[in-house]
C-alpha cells in the first residue's frame, strides 16, 4: 500500500504562487506515474498535471503550473504561478503504476482571492 500526503495549500491572491508537495510512504514510487488533479465545489474532478518520464498539463493550466518530483525523496511538486479565482480547488496527489490513479492523497485546499 502507498499513502500520500500533501501539504502547501493555502490562500493567495491572484496572480500569487504557491508550491504544492505531496510525500509517499509505504514503498517507493519512483516507477510509478504522479501527478495531482483537482476538484473545485460542484465540478467534477479534473487532471491538472502528471510526470512519470515526461510531463503533461491540462490546457488550463499549461504555461502557469509545473510538475516536478525527487525520487530520492519519493515526492512531487505543483508550483504553480500566475493563479486564477478559478484555480480555487481542493488539489489532489495521485500515483498509479500504470499511468492511471492508483492511489490518492487526501487532497490540500487551495483559494485564490480575486
Known amino acids: 500500500q502507498v499513502q500520500l500526503v500533501e501539504s502547501g495549500g493555502g490562500l493567495v491572491q491572484a496572480g500569487g504562487s504557491l508550491r504544492l508537495s505531496c510525500t509517499a510512504s509505504g514503498r517507493s514510487v519512483s516507477n510509478y506515474a504522479m501527478g495531482w488533479f483537482r476538484q473545485a465545489p460542484g465540478k467534477e474532478r479534473e487532471f491538472v498535471a502528471r510526470i512519470r518520464y515526461v510531463t503533461a498539463y491540462a490546457d488550463s493550466v499549461k504555461g502557469r503550473f509545473t510538475i516536478s518530483r525527487d525520487n530520492a525523496k519519493d515526492t512531487v511538486y505543483l508550483h504553480m504561478n500566475s493563479l486564477k479565482p478559478e484555480d480555487t480547488a481542493v488539489y489532489l496527489c495521485?500515483?498509479?503504476?500504470?499511468?492511471?490513479?492508483?492511489?490518492w492523497g487526501q487532497g490540500t485546499q487551495v483559494t485564490v482571492s480575486s
Open positions: 495521485y500515483a498509479g503504476l500504470r499511468g492511471d490513479p492508483d492511489y
